[in-house]
């Protein structure tokens, strides 16, 4: 293969392409929150956390850190002038009742459906947590998954069933990946792009589900 | 003349009873009165029920009440964290229940005791194993789960300001479930940075109106009270 894996940031920036101006979005924990680097300073969208913040961000300079202004990753935030903050109540009304345009989860696995598993791996010993990850599978009016293609281990994350357990079902809309980006559709996985060099045979190969090709010409330009 | 504020932290907190069910505010740290938990675990009590997001982090607060012993079961929806060590090790252990609960369930479940619900319909879990067992309805297209109020004998929460009559505000990302918690519990007590005067917080402005709060008790913020978090 003659084709370079986009790296975490490149992910991040290209899923920040497809956030438009005056979305509220909620980026999950853990790989989404780095999408906020890359959101252009000429669109005015606001982030939502869960802890009741509406319209918060960057991180403080240092030794301006606040120990109660935090998002939901525990990690120290500004607020934008206009920002405001609510009771979890509030902050889940926000989420469940159908008002955030966009989320970004991460996932242990997407499935054809748009099954989406994010978190527990099922394991016996394992302490499961699963935060408010379930609420915005449901509630948000688009969900976008950003992740790895594979596993470490090369294991295919794409899969035509969950395997792990569920947190919410057909609610994946997109997904954003090492390699490429796929739509989830009443007809299927539709990849729109991929990474330069790399071919569709050798995408589907490490893909578990049916991918369905609709790249054309274009390829994934970061 | 009510002054909820009259009492000192150990005369409020004397009222809790071993198996009583508190909620304690807080996010991570954000929010967590962790001066109240300190009197709470000097005061000795067993066999407690806590409801928080958390799991506790570190070895303070929260964390520092479930390392006593004192809690037989938390009903939170994010356990595991970088730094929750020790409710990791009494889960392992078998020393505590966990009732894993999405967080907007939390919040939805807690805000339906305090308005006096019987129970709600939420979308969030469906299909899910959170939902197994758990009593279904179709409405006007969208699947729901039938989920019990979560009430509490008491709450433990944190504020900025508050006065005599209980009126409170919060600071920043530290308010999160407090003012959905004092309203679901019989007593509710508030620490607060600041008591001020009646009519000095603006009633536009005020986030928890008194009649949710029993009990308000100062304590000033020290750099042990806002260090790091996690």
Known sequence: MSHRLLTRDQIAERAAQDIPDGAYVNLGIGLPTKIAKYLPADKDVFLHSENGLLAFGPPPAKGEEDPELINAGKEYVTMLDGGSFFHHGDSFAMMRGGHIDICVLGAFQVAANGDLANWSTGAPDAIPAVGGAMDLAVGAKKVFVMTNHTTKTGEPKIVSELTYPVTGKHCVDRIFTDLCVIDVTDKGLVVTEMVEGLSFAELQAVTDATLIDATGINATQV | ?230
């Open chain 2, 1 to 230: 003349m009510i002054n909820k504020a009259d009492k000192n932290i150990t005369d409020v907190l004397s009222q809790i009873k071993d198996g009583a069910t508190i909620m304690i505010g807080g996010f991570g740290t954000a929010g967590q009165p962790a001066e109240l938990i300190d009197a709470l675990i000097d005061l000795g009590v067993k066999d407690l029920v806590i409801i928080n997001n958390n799991a506790g982090n570190g070895d303070h607060g929260l964390a520092k009440l479930l390392k006593t012993g004192a809690v037989r079961k938390i009903i939170c929806s994010f356990p595991r964290q970088s730094d929750s060590w020790v409710f990791d090790e009494l889960y392992h252990a078998g020393k505590i229940e966990l009732e894993l609960v999405p967080q907007g369930n939390l919040a939805c479940r807690i805000q339906a005791a305090g308005m006096g619900l019987g129970a709600v319909y939420t979308p969030t879990g469906f299909g899910t194993l959170l939902a197994e067992g758990k009593e279904m309805r179709h409405i006007d297209g969208k699947d729901y789960v039938l989920e019990y109020p979560i009430k509490a004998d008491f709450a433990l929460i944190k504020a900025d300001k508050g006065d005599r009559w209980g009126n409170l505000v919060y600071r920043k990302s530290a308010r999160n479930f407090g003012p959905i918690m004092a309203m679901a519990a019989d007593i509710t007590i508030a620490q607060v940075s600041k008591t001020v005067e009646l009519g000095k917080l603006d009633p536009e402005h005020i986030i928890t109106p008194g009649i949710f709060v029993q009990h308000v008790v100062q304590i000033e913020p020290t750099s042990s009270t806002t260090a790091a978090i996690a």
